[in-house]
Structures are given as C-alpha cells and as structure tokens.
C-alpha cells in the first residue's frame, strides 16, 4: 500500500484525496484504490497545489474532501460516470467545516462573499444559505484566478 502520509500540498496529503469509505467496506477494492498509478498521484498532486491548496490558503479556513480519486471499481460501485475526471485524479469534492458560518477569523471573508453575490445578482444571499454555498459562490467568483474548470454545488 501507498504512503498515505505522503504530503501533496502545505494542508493535504495522498490519504485525503484516496480515502473511500466505500472502499474501506469492499475489501476487494480497497488494494485498488489505495494503490494508484503514477500518474493518478501525479494528477493528484497538480490538483493539491494548484487548486485545493490555494482555495484552503485563501479561505483560511480547512477543506474536507469527501471525494478524490475512485479507481474504476469503487466509480462504478457508486454509480460514477465513466468520463468522471475522479477516475483521472483530477476532482475532488470538497466542503467546509460548519464552523466557517460562525468563526470570527473568517466573518471578513464571508462578508466580502456575501457582497459580491449581491453586486452580482443584484440580491443579498438568503440568510440560511450553508457553509458550501460561500464555497461554491467563492469559487465561481473566482475562477479565473484559480486552475478550477467546473463547480458543481449539491445540495
């Protein structure tokens, strides 16, 4: 098995971005997930430095991936499709802690969030929005400042 402490970034490391809980209950699939190719950890580590790392740096504020990499078995065991770039280690899926909603250290940023959605939409956010709606606004504000080429928000 890999070293899943292998550091990918300042904040993330191979084990964050392999983890599976399907895997973890697929004793067949676990030895496939957490032993990717090369380049599956190459794109991994492009996606740490150039994506999650400087979205956690700006943020200031830790990011929990609940997906990363899914070798082929695990994508199909949870219905993935087959083009998905998890397949590639080129996506994650990432929330914040509830945290970010009420700590003082991150009110600036959530006020300046909340600012430019509504110089861009034209209406202030509902006061009931989550934690991964300032994620996902964030980072569609963003995104040309980030290597990010899709955000999908799941509600």
């Known amino acids: 098995m890999m070293d ?3 550091s990918l970034s300042e904040n993330f490391t191979l084990g964050e971005l392999l983890r599976s809980d399907t895997a973890e209950r697929h004793e067949k699939l676990k030895q496939e997930q957490y032993n990717p190719p090369p380049e599956i ?8 430095r150039t994506a999650l790392q400087p979205i956690r740096s700006l943020l200031g504020s830790p990011l929990r991936i609940s997906s990363g990499y899914r070798c082929p078995g695990i994508n199909e ?3 993935g499709s087959a083009t998905s770039q998890h397949c590639l280690g080129e996506a994650a899926d990432c929330s914040l802690a509830p945290g970010f909603l009420t700590d003082p250290a991150t009110e600036a940023f959530r006020n300046d969030i909340a600012s430019s959605v509504q110089s861009y939409l034209g209406k202030p956010l509902r006061p009931d929005v989550s934690q991964d709606f300032y994620l996902f606004a964030y980072l569609c504000l963003h995104l040309e400042e980030l290597d990010v080429d899709q955000v999908i928000h799941e509600w």
């Open 41 to 48: 950890v190459e794109n991994l580590q492009y996606l740490a």
């Open 4 to 6: 899943l402490s292998m």
């Open 77 to 79: 065991l949870v219905g």
